[in-house]
Structures are given as structure tokens and as C-alpha cells.
């Protein structure tokens, strides 16, 4: 399922990044190893869910 259908499905609407930045009170050298955080997870699950 992608981004925007897994949003869809919780209800949530999609959050440009600048907005994201400014709710959260992050610089963008914050914001990236969030992000790349973030995609590390979504990933692991995503091969774990494969593997199951």
C-alpha cells in the first residue's frame, strides 16, 4: 500500500514537509535524520511483513 493510501486509510491528510517543519519547530538539519529515521522503519516493516 503506499503513502497516500496508508494516510487515507488512518484518516490523515498528506503534510508538505515545510508545514511539517514549522508544527514540529524543526530546522531542516533536524528534519532530515528524522526522515531518514522514519524511511529506516517504514522499510524494516515493510521487509518483515514480506518475510511473514
Known amino acids: ?5 496508508v ?4 484518516r490523515q491528510r498528506n503534510l ?3 508545514k511539517l ?3 514540529v519547530h ?3 538539519e533536524q528534519v ?3 526522515r531518514k529515521a522514519v524511511v529506516r ?9 514480506a518475510d511473514a
Open 41 to 49: 522503519m517504514l522499510q524494516e516493516g515493510k521487509s518483515s511483513k
Open 16 to 18: 508538505p514537509e515545510d
Open 21 to 23: 517543519a514549522q508544527i
Open 26 to 28: 524543526l530546522t531542516p
Open 7 to 10: 494516510l487515507r486509510h488512518a
Open 32 to 34: 532530515t535524520p528524522v
Open 1 to 5: 500500500m503506499g503513502t497516500r493510501e
